[in-house]
C-alpha cells in the first residue's frame, strides 16, 4: 500500500489539476453519478471534538475512498491544527486498500479549490478584491487556491488578531 505523509501530498498536488478536478466531482455528484452518502461520525464528549467518516465512489475517476476527519476545536489551544485528517483510497475492483495519505492538506486544498471554481463560475470577470474572513488554514488554503482563477487588485484579510492576518 502506498503511504503519503503530508509533505508528500503537499509536493504532489497540483492546485490547478485539483480546481479542475473538484469541477468534474461536483458536476458528476450533481447528475446522481457518484454515490457519497451523508456523514456520519463518532461524537468525543470529554474533549468536545468528533470523528468523522466520509466515503466516496466516484466512477468516472476510478476512485473509492473515505476520509476519516478529526475535529478537536480545543487542539487550538495546545498549538495543534484542530482538524486532524486520513484518507484512505481503494481498488474500486477489488475494494483491496491502495494508498493511505494524510488527509488535513487535502482538506484544505479541496475546499478552497472548490471556491475557487464557485468564484471562476459565479464571480464578475473584473473582480478586483478578495476578501478573507478569518486567518486559519483555510484562509491561507484560499489565499493560494482563489487568485488562480481571477487577478485580484488587492486581497483582503479580516480576523480577530491582526498579526496573523
Do not use: C, W, Y
Not at 50 to 57: E, I, N, R, V, Y
Amino acid at each position: 500500500m502506498l503511504v503519503l505523509s503530508r509533505d508528500d501530498v503537499e509536493r504532489l498536488l497540483d492546485p490547478d489539476r485539483l480546481i479542475e478536478a473538484v469541477a468534474s466531482a461536483m458536476a458528476e455528484l450533481s447528475a446522481g453519478a457518484a454515490s457519497m452518502p451523508p456523514r456520519v461520525a463518532a461524537m468525543v464528549e470529554p474533549a468536545g471534538g468528533l470523528l468523522g467518516a466520509m466515503p466516496a465512489f466516484l466512477p468516472s475517476a476510478g476512485m473509492l475512498e473515505t476520509k476519516l476527519v478529526g475535529v478537536f476545536p480545543g487542539n487550538a489551544s495546545r498549538g495543534l491544527a484542530t482538524h486532524q485528517a486520513v484518507i484512505v483510497a481503494f481498488d474500486p475492483d477489488t475494494g483491496v486498500p491502495a494508498a493511505l495519505m494524510d488527509g488535513s492538506f487535502v482538506t484544505q486544498a479541496r475546499t478552497a479549490a472548490g471556491s475557487a471554481l464557485a468564484t471562476r463560475l459565479l464571480a464578475r470577470e473584473d473582480a478586483a478584491v478578495l476578501a478573507i474572513l478569518g486567518t486559519g488554514a483555510q484562509a491561507r488554503a484560499h489565499a493560494r487556491a482563489v487568485p488562480r482563477v481571477r487577478a485580484f487588485r488587492e486581497v483582503r484579510v479580516a480576523g480577530r488578531d491582526p498579526a496573523r492576518a
